[in-house]
Structures are given as C-alpha cells and as structure tokens.
T-cell receptor
Framework: AQKITQTQPGMFVQEKEAVTLDCTYDTSDPSYGLFWYKQPSSGEMIFLIYQGSYDQQNATEGRYSLNFQKARKSANLVISASQLGDSAMYFCAMREGAVDYKLSFGAGTTVTVRA | DSGVTQTPKHLITATGQRVTLRCSPRSGDLSVYWYQQSLDQGLQFLIQYYNGEERAKGNILERFSAQQFPDLHSELNLSSLELGDSALYFC???????????????FGPGTRLTVT
C-alpha cells in the first residue's frame, strides 16, 4: 500500500495567488513526521517544512504552511503569494517511528506558476 | 546550498561496470541516507548509516553496497550495472539522534548516473 499519496500530478497557479498541494498518508505508528520538499528543474531537493505527529499547531515557514489534519491523515502544503520561482516539483514525505529515519515519498506534484 | 556535497555530479558508464558515488554530510551530521530517483520508481530509500553503522535498509539491490567512514563521509558502490540503474542518486544527511522527533534531512545535489 502507498504510504504517501499525492493525487495532483500537475497544477497551474497565477502569480501572487495561493496554491494548495494535497498529501495523504498511511501509517499505524503513533509517532511520525511529515515533510515537504521542492525539486526545481535543476534537480536538487530543497527542504521546505516539517510537521511532527505530536505537534499541536500547524507548521509555518515563511510563505509555506502545512495544513495538518491528523484524523483525516492529510498534510497539505499551502504556498501563499506564489512566485515564478515556485515552479517546481513538490514532494510530500513521511518518516515513521523514531528508530530509523528513512523517508517514504509521494509521486510528487508539478506546480507551474503563470505570470 | 544544503551543505551536503556529492561527487561526481554526472556519471556515464557502460553496462556491467562498477561505480562509486561519494557523499560528504553537513558538518556535524551523523546520519547519511541514500535515495534513488528514477522515472518509473520515483524516489526510493536505499540505505541509512548512523555514525558508521548501518541503521536501515530499503529497496537496495544486492549489487549495491554502501559504507560510512570514520570521517562520516559515505560511499555508495554500484556494480554489474544495468540500464535500469540509470537514475539520480541522492545523499541526504541529518543530525538528529535516535529517539528524537524532528529530523530534517538535507539533500545533496545528486549524482546523475547514466548506464549505456
């Protein structure tokens, strides 16, 4: 079974608008972490934001915020005030437990920001 | 710049050959992870080392092996290469100790391997 599901293969957003990228996860471990990474066309993986399973508040990092709905097992990324430089592939990932820290990744969502 | 370095950036080799990919983690990070990104498999975890010891293993083929040295740099060895091994190989590092929650993995720029 897929641990991380990203159902939107591609999205278009107008510059300066907000965009929400969906991510649902599947785990039975009470302790887990959720991550979002950005991969521009140059190929590097850039860490954006982290949400722990026990965190009470939604994580925010600048223009990035994570809408964490634990009961629904969803961890959607919201990018506010989109910029042309936000055009990239975005990956949701999960770490289960607290013994090893390997990440399971979703298939990714391509975001294209239009001027 | 994540602080994680990987060499080489590109590698082109023939089927049946052996290659070594190198990774230097961020200063102070004890954990190193290797991931493979291919078009058909997506991003997959291969193996993790923590302070020189293997910590976790994922979908790593028997033809692949890795190690982490006392100076904490790591090498991923790929042997008897096949066309399907062509992929982007990432190294990531983190500084978290086992048992804590937050673990931000910082990725290197990747090594793009092309097997012809």
């Amino acid at each position: 079974a897929q641990k991380i599901t990203q159902t939107q293969p591609g999205m278009f957003v107008q510059e300066k608008e907000a965009v929400t990228l969906d991510c649902t996860y599947d785990t039975s471990d009470p302790s887990y972490g959720l991550f979002w990474y950005k991969q521009p066309s140059s190929g590097e993986m850039i860490f954006l934001i982290y949400q722990g399973s026990y965190d009470q508040q939604n994580a925010t990092e600048g223009r990035y915020s994570l809408n964490f709905q634990k009961a629904r097992k969803s961890a959607n990324l919201v990018i506010s005030a989109s910029q042309l430089g936000d055009s990239a592939m975005y990956f949701c990932a999960m770490r289960e437990g607290a013994v090893d820290y390997k990440l399971s990744f979703g298939a990714g969502t391509t975001v294209t920001v239009r001027a | 710049d994540s602080g994680v370095t990987q060499t080489p950036k590109h590698l082109i080799t023939a089927t049946g050959q052996r290659v070594t990919l190198r990774c230097s983690p961020r200063s102070g990070d004890l954990s190193v992870y290797w991931y493979q990104q291919s078009l058909d498999q997506g991003l997959q975890f291969l193996i993790q080392y923590y302070n020189g010891e293997e910590r976790a293993k994922g979908n790593i083929l028997e033809r692949f092996s890795a190690q982490q040295f006392p100076d904490l740099h790591s090498e991923l060895n790929l042997s008897s290469l096949e066309l399907g091994d062509s992929a982007l190989y990432f190294c990531a590092s983190s500084g978290v100790s086992v048992g804590t929650e937050k673990d931000e993995q910082y990725f290197g720029p990747g090594t793009r391997l092309t097997v012809t």
